[in-house]
């Protein structure tokens, strides 16, 4: 089964960092282009990020540009995000998703993980 | 502002049909960008319903089809039930922002 699953969310100060990882299960990691999406409280989705499969290649939305960073680590089959200059616009869930292709091309995002919520707040 | 616009609610009837629209530009659904849809039931996580326009997951009911014309895109269900009432979204790629691109959601409530 194909599985994905976020962790390192919580609340955190305006202006301080956090590390988003993402652990994935039952597909071959390093064949697939991975991203980060988010979604506000009651709002809708936000494509944050994504990387292609050898990390050659990165993508970023312009409202998190220069402050987050994505990375993967193939051999752990593991997706990160590190966020840093947090605001309060940046509160959400963030969910991990495989894209149907090796890089970054407008595939689809099958499957998502269960999110991890973000936080910030003084 | 979401690049693709999506009405913000929709509404129909056990049984009935309903249309969900998506419309985008020219450097997106206009430029041959694959459209996918997406159902969000309350309190999960998205789930992929219509892939490349047209295509169905498997497990995706036949009562959901996708088409594609021009800058827009749609996605229709059929035989509509009320375990379908949830939020619907559209996804495609941009190519002047250089990235993926998600319409604003369209919460299908079933009467």
């Known amino acids: 089964e194909v599985q994905l699953v976020e962790s390192g969310g919580g609340l955190v100060q305006p202006g301080r960092s956090l590390r988003l990882s993402c652990a994935a299960s039952?597909?071959?990691?390093?064949?697939?282009?991975m991203h980060w999406v988010r979604q506000a409280p009651g709002k809708g989705l936000e494509w944050v990020s994504g990387?292609?499969?050898?990390?050659?290649?990165?993508a970023y939305a312009d409202s998190v540009k220069g402050r987050f960073t994505i990375s993967r680590d193939n051999a752990e089959s593991s997706l990160y995000l590190q966020m840093n200059r947090l605001r309060s616009e940046d509160t959400g869930f963030y969910y991990c998703?495989?894209?149907?292709?090796?890089?970054?091309?407008?595939?689809?995002?099958?499957?998502w993980g269960q999110g991890t919520l973000v936080t910030v707040s003084s | 502002q979401s690049v693709l616009t999506q009405p913000p609610s929709v509404s129909g009837a056990p049984g009935q049909r309903v249309t969900i629209s998506c419309t985008g530009s020219s450097s997106n659904i206009g430029a041959g960008y694959d459209v996918h849809w997406y159902q969000q039931l309350p309190g999960t996580a998205p789930k992929l319903l219509i892939h490349a326009d047209k295509d169905r997951p498997s497990g995706v009911p036949e009562r959901f089809s996708g088409s594609k014309s021009g800058t827009s895109a749609s996605l229709a269900i059929t035989g509509l039930q009320a375990d379908d009432e949830a939020d619907y979204y559209c996804q495609s790629y941009d190519t002047s922002l250089s990235g993926v691109v998600f319409g604003g959601g369209t919460k299908l409530t079933v009467l």
């Open positions: 039952g597909f071959t990691f390093h064949e697939h282009a």
């Open positions: 990387i292609n499969w050898d990390s050659g290649s990165t």
């Open positions: 998703v495989k894209e149907k292709w090796m890089v970054v091309a407008g595939g689809w995002f099958d499957p």
